[in-house]
């Protein structure tokens, strides 16, 4: 499978430096404390963790934007829909077919052929409908069909811990070029998937 190359544009990589400046020097301030045998570095700790995350969901959502921008003019409504999933620890599963047909990796889909919306995807997705343990599958404007059956991730590392949702995002994208958004409705995280790797948009 070919690798995609985004560069980022000019405000996205001022803003990467500016983050990454406050990662260095709360790192410096970490280590003069060490040194010095200051008071307990836990609170300091916290915070250059706040700033490593800040940088990892302000450059995954750039990057998402721009792997969708082609493929959809839906982007709101996706960030919206994986939002208010989260927020309510609703599990969900949404690909994005690009390039690749998707046709012959996808099973035992409930064909829904309605125009994309955060509402529907939402409803699609709530705890108790029929539909909302499969993936639903997105081609350009409309949601093209729901509970459809992804292929799983044939190798994951054993340290990774990833439940059926994340290994059939990794699966399908390890076999075509779809990007999927996954929600975890143990953690409320929202991760994406592209080339057979997971990123983590928010935890």
């Known amino acids: 499978m070919i690798q995609e190359f985004l560069p980022l544009n000019q405000p996205m990589k001022e803003q990467i430096i500016r983050s990454l400046r406050d990662i260095t020097e ?12 200051e008071c307990c570095i836990l609170s300091r700790l916290e915070t250059l963790q706040k700033h490593i995350l800040d940088v990892q969901t302000a450059a995954a959502s750039f990057y998402l934007h721009s792997y969708l921008a082609e493929y959809t003019p839906h982007y709101d409504d996706l960030s919206l829909a994986a939002k208010h999933l989260a927020e309510r620890r609703h599990g969900a599963l949404i690909v994005i077919e690009r390039k690749d047909s998707l046709d012959h990796l996808l099973h035992h889909g409930v064909p829904i052929g309605a125009k994309v919306s955060h509402t529907l995807l939402e409803t699609i997705f709530y705890p108790g409908n029929p539909l909302h ?32 949702r994340h290994r059939a995002a990794i699966g399908l994208t390890e076999r075509s070029d779809a990007l999927v958004i996954v929600v975890s409705e143990e953690t409320g995280a929202i991760s994406f998937a592209i080339n057979g790797r997971l990123y983590v948009l928010r935890r």
């Open 133 to 164: 343990d499969g993936g639903a599958l997105i081609r350009y404007d409309e949601i093209v069909s729901a509970g459809n059956i992804l292929p799983l991730a044939e190798h994951v590392t054993p340290k990774r811990k990833l439940g059926t």
């Open 26 to 37: 709360e790192a410096e301030a970490i280590r003069q404390s060490l040194m010095m045998d």
